[in-house]
């Protein structure tokens, strides 16, 4: 079956959004924790406290995220598997920063707005994935 022409241009924005997931998750996890508390305090507690297993969900989450978008421009099924642990790992990590700190009470509830989009962004690519799966246009 013919992929839809569209394909490649998701395929490809798929791929530079886990980028820039797994380009976040590197200046997260070696910031300066010293010069971002000049700027942002509760951010840096937030860092300096984050267990290590909250760190490893989050790399799990941007890593198998950037491989199922390479695997989708690869028209590989496997892609909607690596998208599924990302969207776990997602979870995993906001279910933390939001269940098992105070962020949202110190920060407002407008700290939610790009969690939330991520979430919905791991979604996406998930249901995308599959319903190519679905469709046998993904081997």
Do not use: C
Request: charged fraction near 10%; hydrophobic fraction near 65%; glycine fraction near 6%.
């Amino acid at each position: 079956m013919n992929m839809p022409r569209y394909f490649i241009v998701i395929a490809i924005v798929l791929l530079l959004w886990n980028l820039m997931g797994l380009a976040a998750f590197a200046m997260q996890y070696t910031a300066d924790l010293t010069e971002l508390a000049k700027s942002d305090p509760v951010t840096a507690q937030a860092f300096a406290a984050m267990p290590a297993w909250v760190w490893i969900a989050y790399a799990i989450a941007v890593g198998a995220g950037t491989l199922g978008a390479i695997l989708l421009l690869m028209k590989k099924a496997a892609a909607a598997s690596l998208f599924l642990l990302s969207l776990i790992a997602v979870v995993v990590q906001f279910g933390y920063t939001f269940l098992g700190t105070d962020l949202l009470a110190v920060k407002g509830p407008s700290v939610i707005a790009f969690p939330a989009f991520i979430m919905v962004m791991a979604v996406v690519q998930l249901l995308y994935a599959r319903h190519l799966v679905g469709k046998a246009m993904l081997r």
